[in-house]
């Protein structure tokens, strides 16, 4: 019952930000890269008390995709902190999420650094304690940078966490992606699956750079992580490969499984994927 | 006002016509207002076209930015500016398969912050951009409006912070607008520009420098073909029902009423064609035209009989005028109208030709003696007579009074001469006594032959034949003479001219005419007469009487020449020229004996017959008319003082009968009566006997013709009481000196 209040109490919240927009407007903050790349975020100053939030997007997406957007709001409206950044990709100001047919000229090393500027940036503004929200892989690529950066107090939740492989068994024992593993780093550009692109286009680097952050080194990345590590799994969600949460829940992260949600947690598993996320916050 | 006369046919047609060509008017007239509206509609679709390309310029415009913006806010393009390592590969797959960038657009090229094109992309366009271009749409005459650029600069945010480079979209323009706007008037395929500028052009003005076509209103186009095929079967349909209707007013009532024209007309042109006849025999449809064709059938039936009655008439009449209705012959008129037919007939050739005149010798004493009516009987006698021996097919004609004449076609003087004696034999012949007329009648006959061309005139060849007549006339021929040109009876021809006019010149100036006198020797002791014999004296030519006499007789002026005679006679007398004692013989017509103002004349004169006894000579060659007046004339005269002698007695007509019927007191002898005394024969005591029988019988005789002294003493032996001729004297003018008294004549 107090569950059912508390859903209601949000859908309320929600409705009124969407009807009053400016009431949860956020400034647009920019910083620019080491590749005099322009990248933006929202950033929605919090509650002091509570630590700030760093919700990071899925592979190729935006923060305006819905649920990192949702996430983002919800939290922001419930007194956090939140930045939501956009990586650049490469491109200034990026403002829509990157086909996968699109040239792919980022890698995941200047992911790593723009979440790092980022997480400067924050903490440039006090914020200490800081806590990372990421979408499918956007998490894979938070668990990264923490352990790239050597982040180790840094908690992280993940939604629908998933690696960079590709989301089909097809994909994932296609020719060309076997043909892009024998191609050296800087060789022309490749056309292999990646995630949930069937074709993804960059020079063999930079694919590869995204290329070995699949299932096994996300989950290699938890075991040595040893900080926090909170993962929703939606219990349809079709992308992670089988045994997935088991093998995360094996490997030290706290899986938060919802029935019946998706890979995007769309419909009234949102709710219940917000209240685990705040659930988590509240700890 | 004049007006035209047309036969229905041409009324009809012309109404017709006039009401197909006022079809055509209208129909006309509705094509061209068709054709106005389609005018205005297409000055009016101009005006909308020309404002429809403007909209769709300014759509373009619209578009452009829109497009713009798109590609400027496309992360990938910015991508490609911030790194252009592989721009070449993007632009030639990614770009175009993104489905970002407008198919309007041919090509996108990226060029950087310094105008630069980025490395790696095929394009067509330069490798740099001028900057300044940045914002504006250029046409380039070079490229055409397959090729239009259009630049715009690309910042890394939407607030234009900070400049990454600049995009160059390419467009055909036409293809642009066809895909950006819907074109109702405009032809967008026949855009073109009109005196491409040098130097590149921007979009605005651009379109002010564009021709176009207007797409043509097809709802327009099927109206007029509507209206036209509509007014084309309307005109068919009116041209058949006119012709039609001209066809079946034509068969009803033109048709039938031009033959009746014509029928109507050739009626008036008193004209006969049976075919008229036979087309008014088919009845007609319309009833009133059958009346009027029945009523011109009957009219035209009773015209027919009336003039075929009439032909006959005129045929008779025709006949009437060339005949002559006293002796059945041809008239003058027929004689003239045949000349002309035969000279026409001539053509072009000549032709010889013999004109034949007949003239009835005395026949004005024998009609005057024996009256008119046994006159017209010897006429009809001569013309039968000649009539019947002329040739086959030649005519003979009365033109005159007792003249008649014929025409001989290719007669030569040989087959006129035949002709000719055969008519004279054939009247020689008839017995004239059964008229009662004593005397022999005869024909002098006249010929004059030559070469007719058509040309010539009857005057001509009738001159030479009155000429040759003249001939013929004279005493002692043979009654019959031929004209010839270049010999003697050519000079006739200016002879007789001469003759003619000499007389009649000397009739009216008499002093022309010359008395000359020839003595009348007295045997038996009477007085001495000079007998006054005529001259004329003409252009120093002194004319005798057997010269100009047969022209007196010829003309009938034996009275008027006699008039001029005695005057001049009575002139000499009472000038003295003929001596006191000497009597005057003087010759004169019968014919002008029954004349009184010669009567009177003579009367006249016999106030000198004391000092002139006088003696009046009547020649026996000429017939007497009208004796018993004449008798009774001489009567008259015979106690005014005048002896009567019977002139040439011996030659002539019954002298016997005038001696009998005649108060005559000298009887002169013919010379040729006289020159019978020279022989020995039982001519001269004929002769002789009846000399001495006269003078037993109491006439008084004289002799002409004495030629030498033998004469002389016969006559003077047989009693002759005066002598005249040659041996005697000479004739002469009288000169005052010369007169000398004779002894009067007892």
Redesign the interface.
């Known amino acids: 019952m107090a569950r059912m209040l508390g859903r209601l109490t949000r859908i309320t919240l929600v409705a009124c930000w969407l009807l009053v927009p400016a009431a949860g407007h956020a400034d647009v903050v920019e910083i620019r890269t080491a590749e005099k790349i322009a990248a933006t975020a929202d950033f929605r100053p919090g509650k002091a008390d509570k630590p700030a939030i760093l919700v990071l997007h899925g592979f190729l997406q935006t923060r305006d995709f819905g649920i990192v957007k949702n996430i983002a709001d919800t939290l922001a409206d419930e007194g956090y902190t939140v930045l939501s950044p956009t990586l650049s990709l490469g491109i200034s100001h990026r403002k829509r999420s990157l086909d996968c047919e699109a040239l792919h000229l980022h890698d995941m090393d200047v992911d790593l650094r723009e979440i790092q500027q980022w997480v400067q940036w924050l903490r440039s503004r006090g914020h200490q304690r800081i806590i990372g929200v990421g979408h499918s892989f956007g998490a894979a690529q938070l668990m990264a940078w923490r352990e790239q950066y050597r982040e180790k107090g840094f908690e992280l939740i993940g939604v629908s966490l998933v690696g960079s492989a590709p989301f089909t068994l097809e994909s994932r024992s296609s020719l060309a992606r076997k043909d892009v593993a024998r191609k050296p780093p800087g060789a022309d550009l490749v056309h292999a699956p990646l995630s949930f692109c069937e074709i993804y286009t960059a020079p063999a680097g930079k694919y590869a750079s995204y290329d070995q952050w699949g299932d096994d080194r996300i989950i290699a990345a938890l075991k040595q992580s040893g900080s926090r590590t909170d993962v929703i799994m939606g219990s349809s969600d079709k992308f992670p490969p089988p045994d997935w949460e088991a093998r995360l829940a094996k490997a030290g992260a706290h899986v938060h499984p919802i029935r019946g949600a998706n890979h995007f947690m769309d419909g009234s598993q949102e709710f219940d994927m917000l209240d685990i996320v705040l659930g988590i916050l509240k700890r | 006002m004049k007006v035209s006369r047309l036969s229905i046919s041409h009324w009809v047609a012309t109404f017709f016509i006039v009401l197909s060509l006022t079809i055509a008017l209208l129909c006309g007239i509705g094509l061209y207002r068709l054709y106005e509206i389609g005018a205005d509609l297409d000055r009016s679709r101009q005006e909308s076209a020309r404002k429809e390309l403007a909209a769709a310029m300014a759509d373009l415009s619209v578009y452009l930015q829109q497009q713009s913006s798109v590609i400027t ?1 496309w ?2 393009t ?3 500016l ?2 252009p ?2 721009y070449g ?2 632009k030639a797959s ?1 770009m175009h ?2 489905g970002l960038i407008s198919p309007v657009f041919s090509d996108l090229d990226l060029y950087d912050r310094a105008g630069f094109l980025l490395p790696g992309g095929d394009t067509d366009n330069e490798g740099r951009i001028n900057p300044s271009d940045a914002g504006k749409t250029l046409y380039y005459p070079a490229k055409g409006l397959g090729r239009i650029s259009h630049v715009f600069p690309i910042y ?3 607030k234009r912070n ?1 400049l ?1 480079g600049y995009a160059q979209v390419s467009f055909d323009l036409v293809q642009a607008l066809n895909r950006i706007h819907s074109f109702s008037y405009l032809m967008p395929e026949k855009l073109a520009v009109r005196n491409p500028p040098p130097a590149p052009l921007a979009l605005q003005d651009l379109g002010k420098s564009l021709s176009y076509e207007v797409r043509a209103s097809h709802e327009i186009e099927k109206l007029e073909d509507a209206v036209t095929r509509t007014y084309t079967i309307l005109a068919l349909a009116m041209l058949i029902a006119a012709v039609t209707a001209y066809l079946f007013v034509h068969h009803l009532l033109a048709r039938p009423l031009a033959k009746l024209a014509d029928a109507i007309g050739s009626l008036q042109a008193d004209e006969a064609r049976m075919d008229y006849v036979d087309e008014l025999e088919s009845p007609y449809m319309l009833k009133e035209l059958d009346t009027v064709r029945q009523s011109i059938q009957n009219y035209r039936q009773k015209l027919s009989d009336a003039r075929l009655e009439l032909e006959n008439r005129n045929v008779t009449f025709q006949q009437q005028a060339l005949q002559d209705s006293l002796t059945g012959l041809y008239n003058r008129r027929a004689f003239e109208e045949d000349w002309e037919n035969l000279v026409r007939a001539l053509a072009g050739h000549s032709e010889s030709m013999a004109l034949l005149l007949f003239d009835c010798d005395h026949f004005k004493p024998i009609n005057d003696t024996y009256g008119h009516q046994v006159g017209d009987l010897v006429l009809q006698t001569i013309a039968g007579a000649v009539n019947d021996v002329m040739r086959s097919g030649d005519r003979l004609y009365r033109i005159g009074g007792d003249e008649f004449a014929t025409l001989l076609w290719g007669a030569d003087e040989h087959m006129a001469l035949l002709i000719a004696e055969r008519c004279q034999e054939s009247v020689r012949k008839e017995d004239f006594r059964r008229l009662g007329v004593q005397e022999p009648v005869s024909i002098s006959i006249g010929i004059a032959i030559d070469e007719i061309s058509k040309d010539d005139d009857l005057t001509r060849l009738q001159a030479h034949a009155d000429s040759a007549m003249y001939q013929a006339k004279r005493p002692g021929n043979k009654k019959i003479a031929i004209y010839r040109m270049g010999e003697a009876s050519s000079e006739d021809v200016l002879v007789a001219s001469l003759e003619t006019n000499a007389l009649y010149q000397a009739l009216a100036e008499p002093e022309m005419m010359e008395i000359h006198f020839q003595r009348m020797q007295p045997l038996t002791g009477g007085g001495e007469y000079l007998e006054a014999l005529t001259r004329i004296r003409h252009n120093d030519t002194l004319l005798m009487p057997d010269r100009f006499l047969p022209v007196v007789l010829s003309r009938r002026l034996e009275a008027e020449f006699d008039l001029a005679v005695i005057r001049l006679i009575h002139s000499s007398i009472e000038s003295g020229t003929i001596p006191s004692g000497t009597g005057v013989s003087i010759n004169l017509s019968a014919q002008s004996l029954h004349r009184p103002e010669v009567i009177a004349q003579l009367i006249e004169l016999t106030r000198h017959a004391e000092r002139h006894p006088l003696i009046l000579e009547i020649t026996e060659t000429s017939l007497v008319p009208q004796l018993a007046e004449i008798t009774h004339f001489l009567g008259i005269l015979r106690t005014s003082g005048f002896k009567i002698a019977l002139d040439d007695f011996g030659s002539g007509y019954s002298p016997l009968r005038y001696l009998a019927d005649l108060p005559v007191d000298i009887i002169k002898f013919d010379m040729g009566l006289i020159h019978q005394l020279k022989n020995n024969d039982r001519t001269s005591m004929v002769v002789s006997d009846f000399a001495r029988l006269m003078r037993d019988a109491g006439y008084s005789l004289i002799a002409e013709g004495v030629e030498d002294e033998a004469m002389l003493q016969k006559v003077s032996s047989l009693g002759f009481a005066h002598v005249q001729g040659f041996h005697i004297d000479m004739p002469h003018v009288l000169q005052p000196v010369e007169a000398k008294v004779v002894k009067l004549f007892n």
């Open positions: 806010n992360d990938e910015r991508q490609q911030a790194n390592d592989y590969y993007w990614r398969q993104s890394s945010d939407g900070f990454l």
